[in-house]
């Protein structure tokens, strides 16, 4: 079992930045953030291996970081340049399969966070 738990997120105006932190219990092979617009499908955001590697959706890349501090068991999310098309609810997800797999799809991640809220304003 696997326990995550997010925080950090906030309104901010268009342009600004936030970074959402998720708790970790449990060892995890691979870690991701994912976001849920009001009526959208949710999608990944970002991904992050054990080993450090990472991928990001082309709609983030350049502004939003993935890291991770395992003596802290906690995984980031740096956004910045936020849009207002970033409006959305955040989500930490985790599987303790398959280090070496990275994949932004639903379907990898087994355990999920209960998700912070990120508002963008214009």
């Known amino acids: 079992q696997v326990q995550l738990a997010e925080s950090g997120g906030g309104s901010v105006q268009s342009g600004g930045s936030l970074r959402l932190s998720c708790a970790v219990g449990?060892?995890?092979?691979?870690m991701a953030w994912f976001r849920q617009a009001p009526g959208e499908e949710r999608e990944g955001v970002a991904t992050?291996?054990?080993?450090?590697?990472?991928r990001y959706a082309d709609s983030v890349k350049d502004r939003f970081t993935i890291s991770q501090d395992n003596a802290k068991n906690t995984l980031y999310l740096q956004l910045n340049t936020l849009k207002p098309e970033d409006t959305a609810m955040y989500y930490c997800?985790?599987?303790?399969?398959?280090?070496?797999?990275?994949?932004?799809?639903?379907?990898?991640?087994?355990?999920w966070g209960q998700g912070t809220q990120v508002t963008v304003s214009s």
């Open positions: 449990g060892y995890t092979a691979c």
């Open positions: 992050i291996t054990r080993t450090g590697r990472t």
């Open positions: 997800a985790a599987d303790t399969r398959n280090e070496n797999y990275l994949s932004l799809m639903k379907s990898r991640f087994k355990y």
